[in-house]
């Protein structure tokens, strides 16, 4: 079986949309929270217009019913619109409602021999703070989490990085010698979107990059240039130590970089390439000679000389578009490069370990209980091991946020049961109601099978869950996701509140 969460695209099912509107609603804050500069920014520039047209003061931005319509424009009153979703209800649990659901959901002996699992509600009473936690089978309270892992890092980076950030891939120029600076950005890719078909988040590429570098250097001589490249931002080993030894020679995940194009992958698309940055900069070299730059041989690594002129640059989309796309098809590359900016912004180190450090110094702020033992930010170590209150305590800190949180991002990036990322073609063999009433991270590796999400039982109270499954055969790899499944499900069918 595959290593980690295969990615999905997105599928529609008629008739479910209704059950997809509640839990839909939980993540909408997230999504509002970093639109809010781009509106605000929006409606200045509209005020200042009419200022300019009409001589009268610009309304602000936080009034638009100020505007007035053009002359002759007879609009309707509007009626106020009705909502989309029944506001959830923060009710405290039925614990032994809990354990009996989970008891029986998660009896099925292809979950294996260890299986353990907790659920909490969102009430901020002590009654709907203390998970409910059950250990099916086995001894040990924690379990390995795989793609679950996920959710730290995701967190770790929303708190810790300003959500309007944005990372840069530059181009400096010092004397005759150009260097290509990485940023960080795990997108960077090498055409411009519009060549590859429509892509989300939005992508900076090299080749837009290149063109821009070589119209900032028109009129300045037509001397061969000399390229170098900078991927320094990162340190530490690019390849976890923690991971099997088999991963990146078998093409599994790329050495993480500062600097690379297509996340460590070849122009086929197919493996990962040995040498990441050096690979960005032979493409950004070939896209600077179409662009009719000269380019003297070929590139070489090289830290970008103090005090070098800027000459051009691309920027990455905003970090909540980052996360909502790592966590919906289960990025183990973007991931690992967003820990290393966790590190670099929390310790000021770019790497892997700081970045841990990171993370878990963000929950012990959120009072989440902190791994047993973390080692990536992907969870592609089979030496992590994470007891499932953690990922419980972490979902709960981001569905009792302020709705303007930065981290809200997280409850919109959650796929959705049987419709969107790693959860499209799952949840076939569960009771109608529950596909959509679901939204999830998995987690999935030879052996284990995790799932942690948000669900919405009968009576409107939404709960957060972690199930995990560590010690499963091989062969039993399907049927044990699918009683995940219909574990995560009876919770949304139950009367647990």
């Not at 940023?183 to 960077?188: A, I, K, N, S």
């Not at 050495?255 to 990962?272: F, N, Q, T, Y």
């Not at 799952?426 to 959509?436: E, I």
């Amino acid at each position: 079986m595959g290593r980690r969460d295969a990615g999905h695209a997105p599928r529609r099912r008629g008739g479910r949309l209704v059950a997809v509107v509640l839990v839909l609603a939980l993540g909408a804050g997230g999504a509002a929270a970093w639109r809010t500069g781009v509106l605000d920014d929006a409606a200045r520039e509209v005020g200042d217009r009419l200022a300019a047209l009409t001589g009268d003061p610009a309304p602000g931005p936080d009034d638009p019913s100020r505007v007035p319509p053009p002359d002759g424009l007879d609009l309707p009153d509007l009626d106020e619109p009705a909502p989309v979703a029944a506001e959830a209800d923060p009710r405290a649990l039925d614990r032994a409602a809990v354990r009996r659901t989970l008891a029986a959901a998660l009896g099925d002996r292809d979950l294996g021999r260890h299986v353990v699992a907790a659920v909490a509600g969102l009430g901020d009473g002590a009654a709907g703070s203390a998970p409910v936690g059950l250990v099916a089978r086995g001894r040990t309270p924690a379990a390995v989490p795989a793609s679950t892992t996920k959710l730290l890092t995701a967190v770790g980076a929303l708190s810790v990085l300003d959500p309007a950030t944005t990372f840069e891939t530059r181009v400096v120029r010092r004397g005759s010698t150009l260097t290509l600076v990485g940023g960080g950005d795990p997108f960077l890719a090498r055409t411009p979107a519009a060549a590859e078909g429509a892509a989300y988040p939005r992508r900076a590429d090299v080749t837009t990059l290149a063109r821009r570098t070589a119209a900032a250097l028109r009129g300045t001589g037509a001397a061969p240039l000399r390229l170098t490249y900078d991927a320094s931002l990162f340190t530490g080993p690019a390849v976890n130590p923690s991971w099997p030894a088999d991963y990146v020679p078998d093409g599994v995940v790329a050495p993480i970089s500062a600097l690379w194009v297509d996340e460590g992958r070849p122009a086929g698309g197919v493996g990962r390439v040995a040498d990441p940055a050096r690979e960005a900069a032979d493409v950004f070299a070939a896209a600077l000679r179409q662009a009719g730059v000269a380019v003297q041989g070929r590139p070489r690594r090289a830290q970008a000389a103090v005090g070098a002129d800027p000459v051009a640059e691309v920027s990455s989309a905003p970090l909540p578009e980052i996360v909502d796309q790592l966590l919906q098809v289960s990025d183990n590359e973007a991931t690992e490069v967003l820990l290393r900016h966790v590190g670099l912004a929390s310790g000021g180190e770019g790497s892997s370990a700081a970045g841990v450090a990171g993370v878990a110094e963000v929950l012990r702020d959120l009072g989440v209980p902190v791994p047993v033992r973390q080692l990536d930010g992907s969870g592609l170590s089979r030496e992590n091991l994470i007891a499932p209150e953690t990922l419980v305590g972490v979902l709960r800190a981001v569905g009792t946020s302020a709705e303007d949180s930065p981290l809200r991002a997280v409850l919109g990036g959650l796929p959705v049961a049987g419709f969107t990322g790693s959860l499209a073609l799952r949840f076939d063999d569960v009771a109608p109601d529950a596909v959509g009433g679901v939204r999830a991270k998995t987690g999935t590796l030879t052996g284990v099978s995790s799932l942690a999400g948000v669900a919405v039982d009968r009576r409107g109270t939404p709960l957060v869950f972690a199930l995990m499954a560590d010690r499963i055969r091989e062969v039993d790899t399907l049927d044990a996701r699918a009683a995940l499944d219909r574990a995560a499900a009876a919770l949304a069918a139950c009367t647990c509140s």
